[in-house]
């Protein structure tokens, strides 16, 4: 089944308490992104990566990084986790931005005190 | 800066009501649209989308949405809403001339009353 399977899917966290939020696709997609959803501000795009060993900043990208060593995976990692990246997050994949659909994860809800 | 703009943040209809969620965004160029839709709990996943030709697209479940291009909108259509459609609708702009970026709207809360 094709799917991008984001974990973990719920998380409470401290403040500086490194935390790695894992995102895998099986679609080959080239296309990976994270997004973050906050109530009244939709979806804002954190990081994206249009092939392996490339990434670039969104919108929002303060306090992550990200890496993309495989087709397959797309880690987030918050360094140094703070309150206000309470958040939930989601990961998506596309064959290439634009040509077609974006295929989302199940979402991972970070609670950070 | 380009950007998605959806004026109703939340809807409440009845089942059976004609809906139509407004969508407009801000670039002159050409451009990619889409709807997705967020049911309770779940993940977001595409309603309909459009890259060109007939503006009038339909999608899953029903929905429809016009492309205008001399109003920079893309409304999302339901002739009659069933209680199933309570969800959030996000509407999403991917810029022709960018390889990277999708940008959203702030998202539409709908809720049917049965």
């Known amino acids: 089944e094709a799917q991008v399977t984001q974990n973990p899917r719920y998380l409470i966290t401290v403040t500086g308490k490194k935390l790695t939020v894992t995102c895998s696709q099986n679609?080959?997609?080239?296309?990976m992104s994270w997004y973050r959803q906050d109530p009244g501000l939709g979806l804002r795009q954190i990081y994206y990566?249009?092939?392996?060993?490339?990434?670039d900043k969104g919108d929002v990208p303060e306090g992550y990084k990200v890496s993309r060593k495989e087709k397959r995976n797309f880690p987030l990692i918050l360094e140094s986790p703070s309150p206000n990246q309470t958040s939930l997050y989601f990961c998506?994949?596309?064959?290439?931005?634009?040509?077609?659909?974006?295929?989302f994860g199940e979402g991972s809800r970070l609670t950070v005190l | 800066a380009q950007s998605v703009s959806q004026h109703n943040h939340h809807v409440i209809l009845s089942e059976a009501a004609s809906l139509e969620l407004g969508c407009n965004y801000s670039y002159g160029g050409t451009v990619n649209l889409f709807w997705y839709v967020q049911y309770p709990g779940q993940h977001l996943q595409l309603l309909l989308k459009?890259?060109?030709?007939?503006?009038l697209v339909k999608g899953i479940k029903g929905f429809e949405a016009e492309f205008i291009k001399s109003k920079f909108s893309f409304n999302l259509r339901k002739p009659s809403v069933q209680w199933s459609d309570t969800a959030e609708y996000f509407c999403a702009v991917n810029l022709y001339s960018s390889a990277s970026k999708i940008i959203f709207g702030s998202g539409t809360r709908l809720s049917i009353r049965p």
């Open positions: 998506a994949s596309a064959v290439v931005i634009g040509a077609g659909e974006l295929f």
């Open positions: 990566s249009m092939n392996v060993e490339v990434t």
């Open positions: 459009y890259f060109s030709g007939d503006p």
């Open positions: 679609m080959n997609h080239e296309y």
